[in-house]
């Protein structure tokens, strides 16, 4: 509840903050430049003088279309891919897992940032190279639920019914991995939200006039001694997020476990009690 809360609380924040406050973001205060929090300015201000609250909240913007966007992309990739791979079976399984173990092997920070050097700064490119590289794991976990699904009944009866091996996974598989997708994306989200911070914070990510919490915390490093309050406030929104994040993905998949298990345990007290019937 207190990480559903805390992660509302700064969604909204994002979303109306710099709509409430009589500040722009790329507004210059030339009397309040590298001020600290006052009643004018709730963050401070950076070193040219604009309002820090609303840069950290447009920051935040940034950084969650950043990783919406990104998890989209690893999820249109890596759901299909894994699906198709645990229905298929035989080699043909086993040449797509060593295509997605090939990737693995390479290292995807880089690769992202060998992307943005030889094509330039570009957001757009850098969603879709965040997006590429983390449809990996999707992938493995959806092709697992795929093979524990592959002989159930209703499988079976749809393959007999004559449906091609797309419509028996968008029809019947997808839907039945849905939760455990789900628990992924909630622990993908922050992942890619560092992996955008540690980008920006290289200076190879997104550039002025936008910002993000990657490239306020870089800022922020810069003046941490003069004025910390510039590292503090969005390097602590950074920080409360993934923490919210990462228990939020935790609790589903604690949930998740025990409705697995309570499923089980039902299906096993069923066969027992046809088993002493007989």
């Given at each position: 509840m207190v990480a ?238 993934i923490w ?35």
């Amino acid at each position: 509840m207190v990480a559903s809360q805390l992660l509302a609380a700064i969604v909204i924040a994002a979303v109306a903050g710099p709509e409430l406050s009589p500040w722009d973001g790329e507004e210059m205060d030339w009397e309040a430049m590298e001020a600290p929090p006052s009643s004018a300015h709730w963050f401070g201000t950076d070193v040219v003088g604009r309002d820090l609250f609303v840069r950290t909240m447009e920051g935040a913007r940034v950084s969650f279309t950043v990783a919406m966007i990104a998890v989209t992309v690893s999820l249109v990739i890596g759901i299909p891919w894994g699906a198709a791979a645990g229905l298929i079976g035989g080699r043909t399984d086993q040449l797509m897992m060593r295509i997605v173990d090939g990737i693995y092997c390479l290292p995807g920070i880089l690769i992202v940032i060998l992307l943005v050097v030889m094509f330039g700064r570009n957001q757009y490119l850098l969603f879709g190279a965040l997006g590429a590289i983390s449809w990996l794991t999707i992938a493995r976990i959806v092709r697992g639920q795929t093979l524990r699904l592959r002989n159930a009944a209703f499988i079976e009866a749809a393959r007999a019914m004559g449906l091609s091996t797309a419509s028996i996974v968008r029809k019947h598989v997808i839907p039945n991995v849905i939760g455990p997708v789900v628990v992924y994306t909630t622990l993908a989200i922050p992942g890619v939200i560092l992996a955008e911070s540690f980008i920006s914070f290289l200076g190879l990510g997104i550039q002025e006039p936008d910002t993000s919490w990657g490239v306020l915390v870089s800022d922020g490093t810069q003046t941490m001694e003069s004025s910390p309050w510039l590292l503090i406030f969005p390097g602590t929104c950074l920080g409360i997020t993934i923490w919210c994040l990462n228990t939020l993905g935790d609790r589903l998949r604690d949930h998740l476990d025990n409705r697995t298990r309570g499923s089980s345990a039902i299906v096993t007290s069923t066969s027992s009690l046809d088993d002493m019937r007989a």
